[in-house]
């Protein structure tokens, strides 16, 4: 049994077995450590994953590097996360002549993800290790996420789980939460003499790709229904739900016995569930071409009213504010628009964000914004009055910051996500992928940012 190594030669399994030993490394059975040692599986998973010249991937346990050096020369960049500091060391040594790849020695489940966004999209792989698979996957693939596409080895047991149909006892909150937002597919079973040490079982390669499912949810609130429904698994659900609904109508609604028991719920019913306790009074209304805007002129003086659809249609001119949120790390949260909005959907956008109705001020409509859109009540201070341009989508903005450090509350109409990031890694990521932000958030950050870059110190 062989494989390939970076450099064109041959390294065989003993060889990789000698490499653990000189840098000291005695595979763990608490860490789940076994190391693939066969060339032909390594070389078939890595095609799993569809490499391409302008990727970026990251691989998350590469131990020795079997699979990795099937990518090095295929993609743009390698990122490896490795938690065993010897082999992060040995394996930096190994690709120290290669500038597309970088090392990080930590932990797959607490590497910061929020800087592969620069990079997106991002390709996922890795040979995880047994004991802690589930906390990176949860990671990297829990939505919102730069990852488009991953192919993992894992248990079989843990892969038969997150494939698993509701009425069957493997299916649980991990085949909801990953069913709910990616397809995956088991494509191949690897037996246990392909790795040292061989582990006791069989593990299983599996691809996965973002779900194509349309509904628009509270992607929080659905989580805490499904880890509800099964923190009992043998009771039945009626008894584990919140007050926001009626479980006897949802249930009847959607065809279910009013005694029927987490397992018994399919992905799509949890998801209408999900809708139906959800007592967000904006929860169905992303944006309303009725409503009544005051049209400007260059000086911000109001000529005459029109509807939201007139204005946005003949872009005219209007007013909207956009506030930028700050904690005490002096984070700042954007927001991921929701595919139902009718400007920029799926796109990230300033904390908050909207058009003052006819007649109201600018500072009240940012504390209104601030309310409706995250359920923040915090005081704002106005920093800057932008004109309008193609850009700002020919508003006069009014930008402001505010200060929240406690919890968020926002209607999936409007917000899909909210992620608090550095200021570092979101210039990063401007510079990067501008495109993957709202034109008036960039115009709204540059003037932020050339004046108030040290802002919170």
């Known amino acids: 049994m062989s494989i390939e190594r970076f450099d064109g030669r041959t390294m065989i399994a003993s060889e990789i077995i000698e490499v653990l030993k000189k840098h000291g490394v005695m595979p763990s059975k608490k860490l789940g450590q076994n190391f693939l040692c066969d060339a032909n599986v390594a070389r078939w998973i890595v095609d799993q994953l569809e490499p391409q010249p302008e990727d970026t991937v990251v691989e998350v346990g590469p131990g020795t590097g079997a699979l990795t050096e099937h ?3 295929k993609v743009k960049r390698v990122i490896l996360v490795e938690f065993d500091a010897r082999l992060a060391e040995y394996l930096t040594q190994k690709f120290s002549d290669c500038d597309d790849v970088e090392v990080h020695h930590f932990d797959g489940a607490r590497f910061d993800v929020r800087n592969l966004y620069k990079h997106a999209p991002i390709k996922f792989l890795g040979n995880l290790p047994y004991s802690a698979g589930g906390a990176i996957m949860r990671n990297f693939m829990k939505s919102p996420t730069p990852v488009v596409r991953a192919v993992l080895m894992l248990q079989k047991e843990f892969i038969d789980r997150i494939v698993a149909k ?9 085949s909801l939460r990953m ?5 995956s597919k088991p494509v191949k079973t690897v037996p246990p003499e392909a790795f040292h040490p061989r582990p006791l079982i069989d593990s299983t390669v599996m691809t996965c790709v973002p779900s194509k499912n349309s509904e628009v949810y509270d992607k929080r609130l659905f989580d805490e229904l499904v880890r509800r429904g099964f923190s009992q698994r043998r009771k039945q ?3 584990q739900m919140p007050e926001s609904a009626d479980w006897e109508e949802v249930a009847k609604s959607l065809g279910l016995p009013v005694t029927a028991r987490a397992e018994e719920i399919s992905l799509e019913q949890w998801i209408k569930i999900t809708q139906a306790y959800d007592d967000h009074p904006l929860k169905n209304l992303p944006q309303s071409g009725d409503e009544i805007f005051d049209v400007v002129d260059e000086d911000d003086e109001v000529l005459r009213q029109e509807t939201r659809s007139v204005v946005h249609a003949e872009n005219l001119l209007h ?9 005490k790390k002096k984070e700042v949260l954007l927001q991921k628009r929701s595919t139902l909005k009718d400007n920029f959907p799926g796109v990230w956008d300033s904390s908050a964000a909207g058009h003052l109705n006819s007649g109201e001020g600018y ?10 859109e995250l359920g923040i009540d915090a005081e704002v201070q106005h920093i800057a009055q932008i004109k309008p341009s193609e850009n700002t989508g020919w508003e006069h903005i009014g930008l402001y910051v505010a200060r929240h ?4 509350r926002f209607p999936c109409s409007e917000v899909e996500h909210a992620v608090w990031f550095g200021m570092d890694q979101l210039n990063d990521w401007i510079s990067a992928r501008p495109e993957a932000f709202a034109t008036g958030f960039l115009e709204c950050w540059e003037v932020f940012y050339e004046k108030f870059s040290n802002y919170g110190e």
Do not use: M, P
Request: proline share 0%; hydrophobic share 40%.
């Open 179 to 183: 069913q709910s937002e990616w397809e």
């Open 363 to 372: 500072d009240e409509c940012a504390v209104r914004e601030l309310e409706e």
């Open 405 to 408: 450090d406690g919890a968020l």
């Open 319 to 327: 007013r909207a504010v956009h506030i930028l949120v700050f904690n």
């Open 237 to 239: 659900v009626k008894k």
């Open 71 to 73: 990518l090095v020369g």
């Open 166 to 174: 509701h009425r069957t006892k493997e299916y649980g909150v991990l």
